[in-house]
């Protein structure tokens, strides 16, 4: 072969590859040009989410068995956890060079730079992952009277499906100067889909009921009847998500009641008898329907009966019902309010800040012995060089690449959730304009979050405008499944029976019943992240009861009796609600009950809700068990001895063994005294035993001298960290002005510990804008209850000559429950305060013989919470907040009390 032939096809081959690497390159830069970018939105809550190790040998011998996690020694690297990159590869999306994927931690969207092919298969991935997100059913409803010519020519231009232009074109009528049309009922009303849920604002109208014995004796009780606005909705959104079925009851009375004289004899004696009767109008619309998404209904015309002057001209009411599809998105996380560390960023990494609870992070790096990078790098996160991360004042910041900071948000959201969580309620009730309220219920109907909607309330009062005032505010918290209740109420007394005995004398009956805000809810926390379902009642009384006299004529009476009755003004709204953490809610609008001159004025409340992950920095308990252990002095010999050791009695049934599920019906999963020692650093050489039983809290080891006096200090300090704790709880009760109180309720907002707040009230107490009203500390062992009770033994009248006694002051009952080792500690309590002295009144009667009797009856004025929680050892909580009652003074003012509790645990240390 000669030499030319070889350099020729050294020439050629040279050429291919040319040719062949210029391909590779065109068609790197064509792929590389296909790539695509497309924001996902409809993201799983739990992608980054991390699921615990199981036993899979257990797991494959039994697969219905429950198995526990297995627990890592101190430091023991786990497996990396799964960035948003790796949950893709994991379902077949392959990443070329170039592409990638970005998960946002605050807005929870996931962006994708991949080829077209990758970003349709990763949509498929979304769409089959089973996220669905749950959805509110929201009402808007209004009721116009007009005149009937004008009612009917809008009825009549009403579309099929929707009535949108006709209620438009009511409202704008009603809107003009000197207006013919005006609306004289409104409400919103939003639930779940199959939720039942009412609303209402009535005047509870106390309506005689007279019965006469077989000697002529006429005695009288009472019914309450509701006159105002009654609603009822349950719906159920089809399978289209765009089709409601609706069972609704409307109720509505267009006038108040009309009361008249009935006269009529008795037929024994022919004497005559007189006593009132109540007729009361009303409207009432029962039925079923179907309706779209989006769409107003009219749900009738009717003719106002009763209304004066209504039989003598053509006026009619009409409904309209606005009803909307509301999707409950899922939760964006916080931004921290506290700047993050200044923190060098290497090229190719990102920086982050994460609100973190406090001693989260710190007590577990405490527990691996680790600080807190080197805790990263060996829990699930790759070790990079140059990241960093630091801990001040509840933020972490950390630098590192993007995927391991997505792996670091998963494992501080995964270490939270195990955290117990409670959840803080709070209610502001505000009253004024009804175009105002009324325009943005309609901005609120379509929408999940209504933070926009509450900020133009808050503008609006800080500005003074649209006749805008604060009539109520409350706030309480508890933890999950756990139902909470907290009333700030008067308690009066009525007179609930009246009539004759056998002799003729006069028998008297008294009641009690409470007007105030009683707000009663239930949470139920999702495991996946901060959302809940949410059962939720809230009563309000705008109005003091009313007090009338009714006036009859009994058989053989000289002259006519006359007694009191009492009526009462409620608002009430009962629902079931899906809840995001630090979401804002508009949750009712109603008319003030029982006003008719006041005026086109609604009154709104506004609801939010926090979620509080509880956690505490350990505090130190005496040395450690490896510290005692150190202390043994050594033994030779190995000559081995038998000696008893006193325990608790739940040595082994107690806490070492709590991990273990079902541990009553299995006791074979239980750990036997060996198998305890041994996990904590005790040998047992050949012929070493230990076993529980013999005396009552005992047990017995054979082992070596030195082994033994280690057991010795082992059992003291399972002892230590085991016993039951001494908890003391101090609650203090402060009255502040409103606008602290409400700055300092937000400043709370997902913290659990609200000492800083606590010591601003304290201050403001010092400074003598607040007052200190109340104080009481409880010690109590766990799990026994504590109670508190300081205050005046108040004499009063239960009846026209019984009586008893009420402590008026403050009561406090806790439960506790914990253990020395525990951070936290779960707090069963019930607190009553009294906002106001008692307030007795005369109530005057007027017997058969014409006598004028005065009864003494006594009005209580207080504060009644029932909650459970979890507090943090060392801190404080602001338990609960309401308007108080019952001096004129602060409910004309712009004033609010609290209760602040903290929780200490009182442990022995050595």
Same mark, same amino acid.
């Given at each position: 072969?000669?030499?030319?032939?070889?350099?020729?096809?050294?020439?050629?081959?040279?050429?291919?590859?040319?040719?062949?690497?210029?391909?590779?390159?065109?068609?790197?830069?064509?792929?590389?040009?296909?790539?695509?970018?497309?924001?996902?939105?409809?993201?799983?809550?739990?992608?980054?989410?991390?699921?615990?190790?199981?036993?899979?040998?257990?797991?494959?011998?039994?697969?219905?068995?429950?198995?526990?996690?297995?627990?890592?020694?101190?430091?023991?690297?786990?497996?990396?956890?799964?960035?948003?990159?790796?949950?893709?590869?994991?379902?077949?999306?392959?990443?070329?060079?170039?592409?990638?994927?970005s998960f946002d931690s605050y807005s929870g969207t996931l962006t994708v730079v991949n080829t077209q092919a990758n970003l349709d298969l990763c949509e498929a991935y979304f769409d089959s992952s089973g996220l669905h997100y749950p959805h509110h059913v929201s009402f808007v409803l209004t009721v116009v009277e007009g005149p009937g010519e004008i009612i009917r020519e809008a009825s009549a231009a009403v579309a099929q499906e929707d009535a949108a232009s006709a209620l438009a074109g009511l409202m704008q009528q009603a809107a003009t100067a000197e207006p013919q049309v005006r609306v004289v009922q409104d409400a919103y009303l939003e639930t779940k889909s199959g939720t039942r849920a009412t609303t209402r604002s009535v005047k509870e109208h106390a309506c005689p009921i007279f019965s006469m014995d077989d000697q002529g004796h006429l005695s009288s009780d009472h019914e309450m009847r509701s006159i105002g606005l009654n609603l009822e909705m349950e719906p159920s959104i089809g399978a289209d998500g765009k089709t409601i079925d609706l069972s609704y009851t409307l109720e509505l009375s267009p006038a108040p009641p009309q009361e008249r004289k009935m006269t009529s004899a008795d037929p024994t004696t022919g004497s005559p008898v007189e006593f009132p009767f109540v007729a009361v109008p009303m409207l009432r619309l029962v039925a079923e329907a179907t309706v779209q998404a989006g769409s107003t209904r009219l749900l009738g015309v009717v003719s106002p009966y009763g209304k004066a002057g209504a039989g003598r001209r053509d006026v009619q009411w009409a409904a309209f019902l606005t009803t909307n599809i509301v999707k409950v998105d899922k939760a964006s996380?916080?931004?921290?309010?506290?700047?993050?560390?200044?923190?060098?960023?290497?090229?190719?990494?990102?920086?982050?800040?994460?609100?973190?609870?406090?001693?989260?992070?710190?007590?577990?790096?405490?527990?691996?012995?680790?600080?807190?990078?080197?805790?990263?790098?060996?829990?699930?996160?790759?070790?990079?060089?140059?990241?960093?991360?630091?801990?001040?004042?509840?933020?972490?910041?950390?630098?590192?690449?993007?995927?391991?900071?997505?792996?670091?948000?998963?494992?501080?959201?995964?270490?939270?959730?195990?955290?117990?969580?409670?959840?803080?309620?709070?209610?502001?009730?505000?009253?004024?304009?009804?175009?105002?309220?009324?325009?943005?219920?309609?901005?609120?109907?379509?929408?999940?979050?209504?933070?926009?909607?509450?900020?133009?309330?808050?503008?609006?009062?800080?500005?003074?405008?649209?006749?805008?005032?604060?009539?109520?505010?409350?706030?309480?918290?508890?933890?999950?499944?756990?139902?909470?209740?907290?009333?700030?109420?008067?308690?009066?007394?009525?007179?609930?029976?009246?009539?004759?005995?056998?002799?003729?004398?006069?028998?008297?009956?008294?009641?009690?019943?409470?007007?105030?805000?009683?707000?009663?809810?239930?949470?139920?926390?999702?495991?996946?992240?901060?959302?809940?379902?949410?059962?939720?009642?809230?009563?309000?009384?705008?109005?003091?009861?009313?007090?009338?006299?009714?006036?009859?004529?009994?058989?053989?009476?000289?002259?006519?009796?006359?007694?009191?009755?009492?009526?009462?003004?409620?608002?009430?709204?009962?629902?079931?609600?899906?809840?995001?953490?630090?979401?804002?809610?508009?949750?009712?609008?109603?008319?003030?009950?029982?006003?008719?001159?006041?005026?086109?004025?609604?009154?709104?409340?506004?609801?939010?809700?926090?979620?509080?992950?509880?956690?505490?920095?350990?505090?130190?308990?005496?040395?450690?068990?490896?510290?005692?252990?150190?202390?043994?002095?050594?033994?030779?010999?190995?000559?081995?001895?038998?000696?008893?050791?006193?325990?608790?009695?739940?040595?082994?049934?107690?806490?070492?063994?709590?991990?273990?599920?079902?541990?009553?019906?299995?006791?074979?999963?239980?750990?036997?005294?060996?198998?305890?020692?041994?996990?904590?650093?005790?040998?047992?050489?050949?012929?070493?035993?230990?076993?529980?039983?013999?005396?009552?809290?005992?047990?017995?080891?054979?082992?070596?001298?030195?082994?033994?006096?280690?057991?010795?200090?082992?059992?003291?300090?399972?002892?230590?960290?085991?016993?039951?704790?001494?908890? !003391?709880?101090? /609650?203090?009760?402060?009255? #502040?002005?409103?606008?602290?109180?409400?700055?300092?309720?937000?400043? &709370? $907002? @997902? %913290?659990?510990?609200?000492?800083?707040?606590?010591?601003?009230?304290?201050?403001?107490?010092?400074?003598?804008?607040?007052?200190?009203?109340?104080?009481?500390?409880?010690?109590?062992?766990?799990?026994?209850?504590?109670?508190?009770?300081?205050?005046?033994?108040?004499?009063?009248?239960?009846?026209?000559?019984?009586?008893?006694?009420?402590?008026?002051?403050?009561?406090?009952?806790?439960?506790?429950?914990?253990?020395?080792?525990?951070?936290?500690?779960?707090? !069963?309590?019930? /607190?009553?305060?009294?906002? #106001?002295?008692?307030?007795?009144?005369?109530?005057?009667?007027?017997? &058969? $013989? @014409? %006598?004028?009797?005065?009864?003494?009856?006594?009005?209580?004025?207080?504060?009644?919470?029932?909650?459970?929680?979890?507090?943090?050892?060392?801190?404080?909580?602001?338990?609960?907040?309401?308007?108080?009652?019952?001096?004129?003074?602060?409910?004309?003012?712009?004033?609010?009390?609290?209760?602040?509790?903290?929780?200490?645990?009182?442990?022995?240390?050595?």
């Amino acid at each position: 072969m000669s030499w030319r032939f070889l350099f020729y096809s050294c020439w050629v081959a040279l050429c291919l590859i040319g040719a062949a690497a210029q391909a590779a390159k065109t068609e790197v830069k064509s792929e590389a040009a296909e790539l695509k970018t497309r924001i996902f939105h409809k993201v799983p809550p739990d992608l980054l989410s991390i699921t615990e190790e199981v036993d899979q040998d257990a797991v494959a011998a039994d697969p219905f068995a429950t198995t526990p996690p297995r627990k890592r020694k101190p430091g023991e690297p786990v497996p990396l956890i799964k960035s948003a990159r790796d949950k893709l590869v994991e379902v077949g999306v392959t990443f070329p060079d170039g592409a990638s994927a970005s998960f946002d931690s605050y807005s929870g969207t996931l962006t994708v730079v991949n080829t077209q092919a990758n970003l349709d298969l990763c949509e498929a991935y979304f769409d089959s992952s089973g996220l669905h997100y749950p959805h509110h059913v929201s009402f808007v409803l209004t009721v116009v009277e007009g005149p009937g010519e004008i009612i009917r020519e809008a009825s009549a231009a009403v579309a099929q499906e929707d009535a949108a232009s006709a209620l438009a074109g009511l409202m704008q009528q009603a809107a003009t100067a000197e207006p013919q049309v005006r609306v004289v009922q409104d409400a919103y009303l939003e639930t779940k889909s199959g939720t039942r849920a009412t609303t209402r604002s009535v005047k509870e109208h106390a309506c005689p009921i007279f019965s006469m014995d077989d000697q002529g004796h006429l005695s009288s009780d009472h019914e309450m009847r509701s006159i105002g606005l009654n609603l009822e909705m349950e719906p159920s959104i089809g399978a289209d998500g765009k089709t409601i079925d609706l069972s609704y009851t409307l109720e509505l009375s267009p006038a108040p009641p009309q009361e008249r004289k009935m006269t009529s004899a008795d037929p024994t004696t022919g004497s005559p008898v007189e006593f009132p009767f109540v007729a009361v109008p009303m409207l009432r619309l029962v039925a079923e329907a179907t309706v779209q998404a989006g769409s107003t209904r009219l749900l009738g015309v009717v003719s106002p009966y009763g209304k004066a002057g209504a039989g003598r001209r053509d006026v009619q009411w009409a409904a309209f019902l606005t009803t909307n599809i509301v999707k409950v998105d899922k939760a964006s996380r916080v931004r921290p309010r506290l700047p993050e560390a200044e923190l060098q960023v290497p090229s190719g990494m990102r920086r982050l800040a994460l609100s973190v609870t406090p001693g989260l992070l710190e007590n577990e790096c405490l527990k691996s012995g680790q600080t807190l990078q080197p805790y990263f790098d060996t829990h699930g996160i790759l070790p990079v060089a140059g990241a960093a991360a630091v801990i001040h004042e509840e933020v972490l910041t950390v630098v590192n690449t993007q995927e391991n900071i997505e792996r670091i948000v998963a494992l501080v959201d995964y270490l939270t959730l195990k955290l117990p969580r409670t959840v803080a309620l709070t209610l502001h009730s505000v009253r004024g304009s009804g175009a105002f309220l009324r325009s943005l219920a309609a901005q609120a109907a379509a929408q999940y979050d209504h933070d926009a909607q509450w900020r133009q309330v808050q503008q609006a009062l800080d500005a003074g405008l649209h006749d805008l005032r604060r009539v109520g505010t409350s706030r309480m918290e508890t933890k999950s499944g756990a139902r909470a209740k907290l009333e700030a109420v008067q308690e009066y007394s009525f007179l609930s029976h009246y009539g004759q005995d056998k002799a003729g004398r006069m028998a008297a009956q008294f009641e009690t019943s409470r007007a105030g805000a009683i707000l009663e809810f239930e949470p139920t926390l999702n495991s996946w992240d901060d959302s809940m379902e949410l059962n939720l009642s809230h009563e309000f009384h705008p109005l003091p009861p009313e007090v009338a006299h009714v006036v009859m004529l009994s058989p053989g009476a000289k002259k006519r009796q006359s007694f009191p009755i009492m009526h009462a003004h409620a608002q009430q709204t009962v629902t079931g609600w899906h809840v995001k953490n630090g979401s804002t809610r508009l949750f009712a609008l109603l008319k003030p009950p029982g006003e008719e001159a006041a005026g086109d004025e609604l009154i709104a409340t506004f609801l939010h809700c926090d979620v509080m992950p509880q956690s505490a920095r350990i505090k130190p308990n005496g040395p450690t068990l490896e510290q005692m252990l150190a202390t043994v002095a050594k033994v030779e010999s190995q000559e081995q001895f038998v000696r008893s050791f006193r325990v608790s009695p739940d040595f082994i049934s107690g806490s070492e063994n709590e991990s273990v599920h079902d541990q009553i019906t299995d006791r074979s999963k239980h750990k036997s005294v060996q198998e305890i020692l041994v996990e904590h650093g005790i040998s047992f050489p050949q012929g070493a035993w230990a076993r529980s039983g013999g005396a009552a809290s005992q047990i017995t080891v054979r082992n070596t001298a030195e082994n033994l006096d280690k057991v010795q200090k082992c059992v003291e300090w399972i002892e230590r960290e085991t016993a039951l704790a001494r908890v !003391v709880v101090t /609650s203090q009760v402060v009255e #502040a002005p409103g606008p602290l109180v409400q700055r300092l309720m937000a400043e &709370t $907002a @997902g %913290r659990c510990d609200h000492r800083r707040e606590m010591q601003q009230v304290l201050e403001a107490v010092h400074q003598g804008s607040a007052r200190h009203l109340g104080l009481s500390r409880i010690e109590t062992m766990a799990g026994a209850k504590g109670k508190a009770e300081q205050g005046v033994q108040h004499p009063y009248f239960t009846g026209a000559v019984e009586n008893d006694a009420r402590l008026v002051g403050s009561c406090t009952e806790v439960e506790a429950a914990g253990r020395a080792g525990d951070c936290v500690v779960s707090l !069963v309590l019930n /607190s009553e305060f009294h906002t #106001a002295d008692p307030h007795e009144h005369k109530e005057e009667v007027i017997d &058969t $013989a @014409g %006598r004028r009797l005065e009864l003494t009856l006594t009005d209580f004025y207080l504060m009644q919470l029932s909650a459970e929680t979890v507090v943090p050892d060392g801190c404080a909580r602001m338990l609960a907040v309401w308007k108080p009652l019952g001096k004129q003074d602060a409910e004309n003012a712009d004033v609010l009390q609290v209760l602040f509790i903290t929780c200490d645990q009182v442990r022995g240390r050595e």
